[in-house]
């Protein structure tokens, strides 16, 4: 098992998503193959994991993905990596519904990986260390290697903080007003839209030590996993994955269980491209609100539109939805999206939907096999208005999905819904089957 850190935080907003990139961007400075993750759903920290280490960043969800599967994909995505970087979640301790389960810390002790502690010392200086003595007892098999400081006022402040320190500093970062990330409705900017990360990378190399991080992440303890899982079968399908500035939420070991039921993945920009030459449509989730202008204009929206009348498969999750819908109203404006999905789509002012899903396929003749069971999770500041008579394929036990515990639109091949899917092998697996099923069809 290689050398692991995790980057965890005192709680949101304590500045480990810049830390953990900037600690990422250091290492590759160095030489060094980073292999970047991310603890629980996020789809957007990841994608500055991977602009930085050319490596696709991977989630890491205790709930979604069961305590095996962290561990194989820890293993997996590892391979050939020197070091990995693990970005936490929220608070070091905050997991599912208050407990541990999904938690930066319970993944700490899946790995067997060290935890470097982001605190924010803005405002305070012999109180933050009663604040790390909490941490770092607080359960005594979360093993804490050291602790950055962070917004840090002067020289004078880390000395006052030196004087009563409760675990090791590994770094006094000062506070850097205009060098974090902005956010927005879903919540930090994509990587292609910012450049905070990679011009903290020196105020974090300037001011914390680097070389103790590395020897910390070295006394990760290795964890069994099983044999990493052959290629699979040869390619049996295409399939169309809608990737560009409006939609690229996707899980990265989603494209790898398709490719292994025999899926050769084509990735396209409804944004600007026509439709691939694919046997089935993926549309993931993203900001296609941000785009209804282009994507209004688009020949692929006319052209989805066609496939899906034509009985092409199409599966769709959150931004995928609206895309399908007839329309998008957003700033007292309206554009025309596939008209796939007898639906209009409204922009709200707060979050409709946060949290994890359990799902459960209900429909016998979804994309989805009847009884197919699978988790996942929801946010989304949109609400989608349906016609009456439309039918729904998915029963959530757990979330809120399009309405009142249901989700997944299906008519005719498409199945379309507000839920982030995470595939095991066996939902991979049927929906593989029903696009070759109908692929055959004369």
């Known amino acids: 098992?290689?050398?692991?850190i995790i980057i965890a935080g005192t709680h949101s907003g304590c500045g480990k998503t810049t830390i953990a990139g900037a600690l990422m961007s250091a290492l590759v400075k160095r030489g060094l193959?980073?292999?970047?993750?991310?603890?629980?759903?996020d789809f957007i920290d990841p994608t500055h994991h991977t602009a930085i280490c050319k490596r696709p960043s991977r989630n890491l969800d205790p709930y979604m993905m069961g305590e095996k599967g962290v561990i194989d994909t820890f293993r997996q995505a590892s391979d050939g990596a020197d070091i990995a970087v693990i970005e936490g979640v929220m608070g070091l301790f905050d997991g599912l519904e208050g407990e541990d389960t999904g938690s930066t810390g319970h993944v700490a002790k899946i790995l067997g990986c060290p935890v470097i502690l982001v605190v924010d010392a803005k405002g305070t200086s012999r109180s933050v260390n009663a604040q790390v003595l909490g941490f770092a007892t607080f359960d005594p098999n979360v093993k804490i290697g050291g602790v950055i400081f962070n917004r840090v006022g002067s020289r004078r402040h880390?000395?006052?903080i030196q004087q009563s320190l409760m675990a090791p500093a590994f770094g006094y970062i000062p506070w850097e007003k205009n060098k974090s990330i902005e956010s927005r409705h879903l919540g930090l900017r994509m990587a292609d839209e910012t450049s905070a990360i990679a011009e903290f990378r020196d105020i974090l190399e300037e001011n914390c030590d680097v070389d103790r991080i590395i020897d910390i992440a070295e006394s990760t303890?290795?964890?069994r996993a099983d044999e990493t899982e052959g290629k699979g079968q040869t390619d049996r399908v295409r399939i169309g994955v809608a990737y560009d500035q409006a939609f690229n939420f996707y899980y990265a070991d989603n494209f790898d269980r398709l490719r292994r039921q025999g899926a050769e993945l084509v990735f396209f920009s409804p944004l600007t491209d026509h439709l691939p030459e694919v046997d089935a449509l993926y549309f993931g989730g993203g900001y296609p609100e941000l785009h209804c202008t282009e994507l209004e204009q688009?020949?692929?929206?006319?052209?989805v539109k066609k496939a899906a009348d034509?009985?092409?498969?199409?599966?769709?999750?959150?931004g995928g939805l609206i895309y399908l819908t007839d329309s998008i109203g957003m700033d007292g404006k309206k554009a025309r999206m596939c008209g796939v999905i007898p639906a209009e789509t409204v922009k709200m002012d707060r979050f409709q939907a946060l949290?994890?899903?359990d799902a459960e396929c209900t429909a016998a003749d979804a994309l989805f096999s009847r009884g197919t069971v699978y988790r996942g999770h929801e946010f989304h500041y949109t609400k989608v208005h349906v016609a009456p008579d439309v039918q729904y394929a998915l029963e959530l036990t757990r979330g809120r999905g399009i309405e009142d515990g249901k989700d997944g639109i299906y008519l005719q091949n498409v199945l379309a819904g507000y839920t982030h899917a995470y595939f095991t092998d066996t939902s991979a697996s049927g929906l593989v089957n029903t696009i070759l099923s109908v692929k055959k069809q004369p």
Do not use: H, L
Not at 1 to 4: L, T
């Open 221 to 223: 303890v290795a964890v």
């Open 1 to 4: 098992m290689i050398p692991a």
């Open 33 to 41: 193959t980073v292999q970047p993750f991310k603890v629980g759903p």
């Open 355 to 357: 949290g994890y899903v």
């Open 298 to 303: 688009s020949p692929c929206r006319n052209e």
């Open 310 to 318: 034509r009985g092409m498969p199409v599966y769709a999750e959150c």
């Open 158 to 160: 880390a000395e006052m």
